[in-house]
């Protein structure tokens, strides 16, 4: 049987494709889908669905390329298992469809949060093998600082400018890795390293940079963890990886103007240790 063109993986996705270790199970079909007659628990406004099932089970909803409803994604309580079903119509035949925008995000990030990672709202750089991430709310400074970064230090790699990862490394410690899910920067590297330093940013007149309270800094990065507000146990796995995110990894506010001296500023924080 000739693989469905539609799960095949785009240029743009191959580079983060797992050579082995799968820890999400999904088995594909195509067939005609029904639906609940309940309302959804979420929806998102156009892109995505779910529905909380008996058992603890998620059953999602993601528009196709058309705009119908003819992906829906079915997983067990622990988000381990699963089943994706797509209806028999047309748009099967695209190569990569089955993962257009935004399901494969969505399957990656509520497995991961469940499993005790995340995906975050922030721009990440790597200078050697250490990570600083720089996030904030839309317009914080984001995508401006990771420019600023590939233009003034060689050798500084942006992994990402939009969405990173952040989950526990086999040593125990914080990692932060690249996403294919870009901002207006279009930076995604499906490297990582060592998560030195999270730092807040807000654009100023003036750079200054000062420790953030590691007290205060789990509520303000949970809401830009990106978490499933339909799911508890999602979202209680969320803001207990944000507590022991930022009890471990030093936590900083940046007021930085947009220009190079900034960079000069935040370099520092590839050398912070982690919090004991």
Known sequence: MRPLPALALTDALRPWRAGAGATLDVTVETAALTWPDEPPAFD????????????????????????????????????????????????LQRPGSAWFHPALEVMVHHHLVRHGGLIVHASAVRVGRRVVLFTGHSGAGKTTLARLFARHVPGAEVLADDRV????????????????????????????GALRAIVFLEQAAENALVPYPAKDAGLRIYPLALAAPFDAKAVAAALATCDRLVRRVPTWHFRFRKDAAAVAAALALFKARQRS
């Open 165 to 192: 990862v952040v989950r526990r490394g086999p040593s125990g410690e914080f990692e932060a890795w690249g996403t294919p899910w870009t901002g207006q920067g279009h930076f995604g590297s499906p490297r990582g």
């Open 44 to 91: 998102s406004g156009g892109l995505w669905r779910a529905w909380v099932r008996p058992g603890g089970r998620l059953l999602y909803s993601f528009a196709a390329p058309d705009g119908s409803d003819a992906r829906q994604l079915e997983v067990d309580a622990r988000f381990e298992r699963g089943t994706l079903r797509l209806a028999p119509v047309r748009w």
